[in-house]
C-alpha cells in the first residue's frame, strides 16, 4: 500500500508544490501551520480539486488532472477524521457508527463493528448523542465512524489539535493501537513533534508549500533545522529501542539502542516491548572524556558527525553513537571551549529524568513495520 | 355556548374545505419550495436575483392582481390551465384546487423563507463528512441535509398552511366563492357579513379560524421543540 501525491495547486497568494511517495503505516504530514498540509490532504480525500496532478492511492488513480480523472469523495473509500470530529448532531453514536457500513460493498466491507468499539473503548458511548460527549470521545467516535466504513486509506487531520492536553492523552494510545493492530495505512497531519516522533513511521515535511524532507521518521527528525520555529525547542533524536529489563530498586527500565542502554523512568511495559524515545537536543550534554563523579546516567559515546549553527548563540551537534545519531545542542562557547570538530570521540550525556510521557511511547512493532 | 357548537350544514362544509385546501396546498408547496429554497441558498446563477424576485412577487402584489394572474395563466382560456385541462384532467378555475393553487401560491414566499434560511444555517462540513463515508450527493442530502432543516421545514409548512387558512383575496378573483366548492372560512366570513343578520355566522367562523390558527401553531412548535431536542446542535 502507498500514496503518491504529486500535485500544484493555487490558493490566492499561496501557492502549493508538493511531492511525495509514502509506504509508511503511519505518514505524518508535518508542518506549521499555513504550510499546505491540511490542503494536501483534502486533496487525497477529495474534498479540495487540485489544478494541476496526480494523486494515487493503492495503485488506484484518484486524480489524474492531465487526463481528466477526478474521484469523487464517495468513491475514493478513503476514510477522513476531522479536527472537528463532526459526528452528525441528529443520529446517536451508534448510526454514527454504521453510517459508512451502508455505503461500502458486502465484499469489501471488512471493519467490524464490535473489534471497533472494543478497538476505541466507546461500547459505553453507543446509545448517546454526539452533543453529549467530551471533545475526546466525540473524535474517537469519529475515528470508529471513519473505520466502519472499511476504508482503504485513513486520513487524520490534527484529530488532537482542539483537545487539551489529559484529553491527547487519552487518545494517542488509541491512535498507536490503530496503527500497530489494523491493516489500513494512516496519512495523519500534525503540527506537533511530539505526536510526530511518537506515532509516525514516516514522515512528509512541509513549509510554504514545499515538501522540504520526507522519509522514516528517524531520519527526517535528525533535521532540526527544516522544524517550524516555535517547535525547534521540542526537536531532537528519535530511537527505536526495546525495553531489556525493568530496574526495580530504583523505579527504572532499561532500554537497550544502537547507541547502548539508555535508563529512563520506569514503563509499565514488558520486557522485549518497543519503546520509541526522542531525546530533546537540549537536554544532552557533550563532554570530551567519559565524565565521573556526575548524576546524570545516560552516557553515550560517539563521533561527532554534523556541526550546524542553531538558534541564536547555540550550534547543534551531531554523534553517531554506534548508527545512532543523537543530536546536543550547546553553546558556541561551549563549542570553543571543548574544541568540538567532525570526526571528534565525544560523550553524550543525557539526564534520566529528562525522559517523561510527552517523549517516550510505545514504538512500532519492529518486525511488522513497512 | 351552544350557538357557538351548533354550526349549519354549510359552515361545517366551509371549516371542511378551508383545512383541505390549506392542507393540499401546504402539502403540494414542500417539494418545489424545498427546491427553489436550495437553489437560492446553494446556487449561484444568472438570473437568480430575478428567481428570488419572481418567488417573493405574492408578498408583495395586491392578492387581487395574484388572483387575476391566476386566472389569467390557470384560467379556462389561459394556457397553463388549457394545456393542463387537456393532457392531465386538471382543472383549477371555479374548483377547489384552484383554491388550493392560489393558496399555495400565496404561502409559497413565507415556505420558501424559512427554509431557505435552515439550509443557509446547516454546516456543509457535515455534508462533506457525509461524502467521504461513501455517501453520494442524494444520499447526503436526505440523510444529512433533509434532518438537520427539519425546524426550518416544519417552521415553512405552518407558515404556508396558517396563510392558506387566511387567504382570501387571491382566492376569491381566481375562483369567486362557490359554498361546497371554494367557499373557504373567510370566504363564508365575508358572505355572511353581507347578508343581513349574518353576524352569529361571521362569529362562529370568526372563533373557529382562530382556534383552527392557534392549533397550528402550538402545533408546530411542539414538534420543532421535540426535534430541536431530538438534535441538541453543538
Redesign the interface.
Known sequence: MSVLVDIRHRLGDFAIDARFESAGRLTVLFGPSGSGKTTLINMI???IRPDKGRIEADGRVLVDTAKGIFA?????????V?Q?A?L???MSVASNLR??R???PASERYADMDAVVELLGIGPLLGR????LSGGEKQRVAIG??LL?SPRLLLMDEPLASLDEARKAEILPYIERLRDETRIPIVYVSHSIAEVARLASDVVMLAQGKVVASGPTVEVMQRLDLLPAEERGEGGAVLDTNVLRHDEAFGMTVLGSAAGEIRVPGLAVTAGAPVRIRIRARDVMIATERPSGLSALNILSGTIVSISPGEGPSVEVGIDCNGATVLARITEQSRHALRLRLGGQVFAVIKTVSFDSANTSAGLPLEADG | MNWLLDLTPDEWNAVRLSIKVATVAMLASLPPGIAIALLLARGSFWGKTLLNGLVHLPLILPPVVTGYLLLLTFGKRGPAGAFLAEHFGIVFSFRWTGAALACGVMGFPLMVRAIRLSIEAV?R??E??????????L?VFG??TL??ILPGLIAGAILSFAKAMGEFGATITFVSNIPNETQTLPSAIYTFTQVPGGDDGALRLTLISIVISMAALVASEVLARRVGR?????
Open positions: 480525500a477529495g474534498l469523487p469523495k464517495h468513491k475514493r473509500r478513503i476514510g477522513m476531522f472537528d463532526r452528525f448532531p441528529h453510517y459508512g451502508w455505503f461500502t448523542r454526539p452533543a453529549k465512524r471513519a466504513a | 454546516d462540513k457535515m462533506a463528512a457525509a461524502g467521504t463515508l461513501g455517501a453520494n450527493p444520499w440523510t444529512i434532518p438537520l431530538r438534535m441538541d446542535i453543538e
